[in-house]
């Protein structure tokens, strides 16, 4: 399932911002996707979980607070019967469902256009082994006993160092290699990162100079973008993207990704206008071909 997230992202120690509920687009905004032509609607597919509660109707959420029953927000869903699924759970007048859904989005609703799937039909693109490896080919070893109890020491106090990004390269997880540890940092900064690291830890290590922002300035933007998405009581604001889905900074690349409902060219030309390249788009919402 898609998460409140974009794809999780395995890099140790980001600090990731919380995806809220989110809340229906505003009737002052056109969020994007809206079909120029009624009969000529793009179909989307998505894994969501569809709630309703009282009399506000089912609702596509890709946001779920983690209560029970849970509670979220999102744009309305037309076309949905209960009686045509399996599975769903019902607490304190709430009933929900994770599922799989294709249907068109005029901009504020999704319009259910074809038999409901269930949750495990959606599967997301295998994670790309170039996240797992090393960030040299020749990682620098002092003891080779020192893994990940050792470098955790280390990691704290990296993330408030001004580096770019940490990773592990764990053959307890997705990496079939020995144990190392990367740590990209601005231009001219390896030889100061390292003399950090190395009283903690000496096992086997790649610091790797590259000419990104560090965590604090990818934190910084994302609180930045999602400010510009949100009003100050909460709700979406006027931006062609939607209400906010919630954020995640990939430090690998060094940008912040953004869940929007549909990520088409209009809301991706209001993204660059603003931010060049360092803001990228994750539509919740995947064009059916």
């Known amino acids: 399932m898609r998460g409140a997230l974009l794809t999780v992202l395995l890099v140790i120690a980001v600090a990731c911002g919380e995806a809220t509920p ?20 793009q179909e989307y597919r998505t894994a969501a979980t569809v ?32 009686d ?5 759970e019902s607490a304190s007048g709430v009933t ?19 038999p409901v799937e269930p949750a495990a039909t959606w599967s997301e693109p295998p994670a790309d082994p170039a996240r797992f490896a090393p960030g040299c080919d020749d990682p620098d070893v002092v003891d080779p006993s020192h893994g990940l109890d050792e470098a955790q020491v280390v990691i704290g106090d990296l993330e408030r160092a001004g580096v770019s990004s940490i990773r592990v390269s764990d053959p307890s997880g997705p990496w079939d290699g020995p144990f190392v ?16 690291i190395r009283p903690d830890y000496e096992g086997a290590l790649c610091v790797v100079e590259r000419d990104l922002p560090t965590m604090d300035e990818l ?6 973008v999602s400010a510009a998405l949100t009003t100050d ?19 690998e690349r060094g940008v912040v990704v953004v869940q929007v409902i549909v990520a088409d060219e209009a809301a991706r030309a209001w993204v660059r206008e603003r931010w060049g390249d360092r803001v990228v788009l994750d539509g919740m919402l995947q064009p059916v071909p």
Do not use: N
């Not at 809340?23 to 002052?28: E, F, L, N, Y």
């Not at 009399?55 to 509670?71: F, I, K, N, T, W």
């Not at 504020?108 to 074809?114: A, H, L, N, Y």
């Open 96 to 114: 929900w469902i994770d599922a799989v859904l294709t249907g068109t989005w005029d901009g504020v609703r999704f319009t259910v256009t074809r």
């Open 51 to 82: 709630l309703e509660v009282g009399d506000r109707g089912p609702q596509l959420c890709h946001a779920v607070a983690e209560s029970y029953p849970p509670q979220c927000g999102g744009p309305a869903i037309v076309d949905w019967d209960w």
């Open 22 to 41: 989110a809340a229906a687009p505003s009737g002052g905004s056109t969020p994007p996707g809206t079909p120029s032509d009624a009969g000529d609607a």
């Open 84 to 88: 045509a699924v399996d599975g769903e």
């Open 181 to 196: 540890l990367t740590v990209l940092v601005p231009p001219g900064r390896g030889e100061e990162i390292t003399g950090l």
């Open 233 to 251: 009581d909460g709700s979406a604001g006027d931006s062609p993207l939607g209400p906010d889905l919630g954020s995640v900074p990939d430090t």
């Open 219 to 224: 934190h910084a933007l994302q609180d930045e």
